[in-house]
């Protein structure tokens, strides 16, 4: 950073604080290590998603501590601790796009102040939030915070610092000095990156790090800010399109087998795994597909058509393919004109789709959980209409697997 020295006065919210004996200088975490948020380039414990409710480390499971009329509350997350709210917060800090997706299921898409590639994922969002009635957003021009700088968080004066810390103290710029020193004199940090695919903490941060679901750390996140009812009410929604999903999956045996990757030069592919611990496969693992290369290949693996060809998938799901820049009818003409690609089972059957992003919040998680089950399997969940550009298809009513009104309403308060 250009200038390590703090401000000779102390900015520190009034209405946030470490409570009890967790102080940030005893924190447990852990980095994110190589396999993190790449779409724009076109680049997993104990968490489940099929069923990740569970209120963290908090003992209050409404989020609002000892006084539920407007005094202070506590929530608590790995690897943060327990930290105690004077009232909720306002501004939000966020580096990756899951922490982002939760503030705006809450609510708070507009008062995110930072968050990492901000005019690519708000373009992609919004191809999903367009079926949204009545829900807008605009990320467009934040700070992009991929590697964030300690005088920027001061500029920006966030409530609060929806991101993981540990990781934060893995770029050179870092220490665990400037993590406390935000911590005092700015807002707490109040996030779980680890949790993307169960990555393993590393020195100081060894200890302790505990792994969530998606949805699970989006209900701590939920009583941070108060917002119990929001959550309940997309968790409903979540709840009850996972039971749609169990009870139409196909058997094991009957299942396609599918890989997913990702591109911006097609002559470098990425492939990325589809069940793994973690939330990055958070709408793939309920669905259960087959994996095409059988455990050989590891996410963020360079793979080439002749490797695709000898895993021969029933279908390809392309990551990043919702993105406005992305030309998918490029993409999949690309294999199609390839001698080699061109005989991959997924091509000559074009079931090549559109993937978003695996960084998701809530409501992107919905989206993508209806669209793949869709793309596996439309004998039980209704046909995917052949996507080439534009926002997320118009479902016929009758073929949606989750209400987009119930979905607009919870963000939009409308409980």
Not at 92 to 109: E, I, S, Y
Request: proline share 7%; with cysteine.
């Amino acid at each position: 950073m250009p200038n390590d020295q703090a401000p000779p006065e102390s900015t520190r919210r009034a209405f946030a604080k470490y409570g009890g004996s967790v102080a940030l200088g005893g924190l447990l975490a852990g980095c994110s290590g190589g396999d993190t948020e790449s779409e724009p380039t076109g680049s997993d414990g104990n968490e489940t998603d099929a069923g990740d409710g569970g209120s963290g480390e908090s003992d209050d499971p409404s989020g609002e501590g000892d006084d539920a009329d407007g005094g202070s509350y506590t929530a608590s997350i790995s690897p943060t601790g327990e930290v105690t709210f004077e009232s909720p917060p306002e501004t939000v800090f966020t580096r990756l796009t899951h922490h982002a997706g939760m503030a705006f299921a809450l609510g708070r898409g507009d008062d995110v102040t930072a968050l990492h590639a901000p005019d690519y994922y708000d373009g992609l969002w919004n191809q999903f939030i367009e079926r949204l009635p009545g829900v807008s957003l605009d990320w467009s021009g934040l700070y992009s915070s991929w590697q964030p700088d300690k005088e920027q968080l001061y500029a920006l004066d966030s409530d609060i610092h929806l991101a993981d810390p540990a990781w934060i103290t893995q770029q050179d710029a870092w220490s665990r000095e400037d993590i406390d020193e935000i911590a005092e004199r700015v807002s707490p940090w109040f996030g779980n990156s680890l949790s993307d695919r169960h990555q393993e903490p590393t020195g100081e941060w060894a200890d302790g790090y505990q792994y969530y679901g998606l949805w699970e750390q989006f209900e701590i996140v939920a009583d941070a800010f108060r917002e119990r009812e929001r959550y309940e009410a997309l968790a409903a929604v979540h709840d009850d399109l996972l039971a749609t999903i169990d009870e139409r999956l196909p058997p094991e045996s009957e299942r396609p087998t599918a890989i997913m990757i990702a591109a911006a030069d097609i002559e470098q592919i990425y492939a990325y795994t589809l069940s793994n611990p973690g939330f990055l496969t958070s709408h793939t693992r309920p669905l259960g597909p087959r994996d095409a290369f059988e455990g050989s290949v590891e996410s963020g693996t360079v793979v080439d058509f002749e490797t695709i060809l000898e895993a021969d998938p029933d279908v390809i799901l392309y990551l990043g393919g919702f993105e406005p820049g992305t030309d998918m009818a490029g993409r999949r003409a690309a294999f199609e004109e390839d001698p080699v690609g061109s005989d991959v089972t997924a091509v000559a059957n074009d079931r090549i789709h559109p993937q978003g992003a695996r960084y998701q919040g809530p409501i992107l998680n919905l989206f993508q959980l209806e669209m793949t089950a869709k793309q596996l399997y439309p004998d039980a969940f209704g046909a995917w209409p052949r996507y080439e550009e534009g926002p997320y298809p118009e479902i016929p009513e009758g073929e949606r697997l989750f209400d987009r009104q119930r979905v607009a309403d919870a963000i939009n308060g409308d409980l």
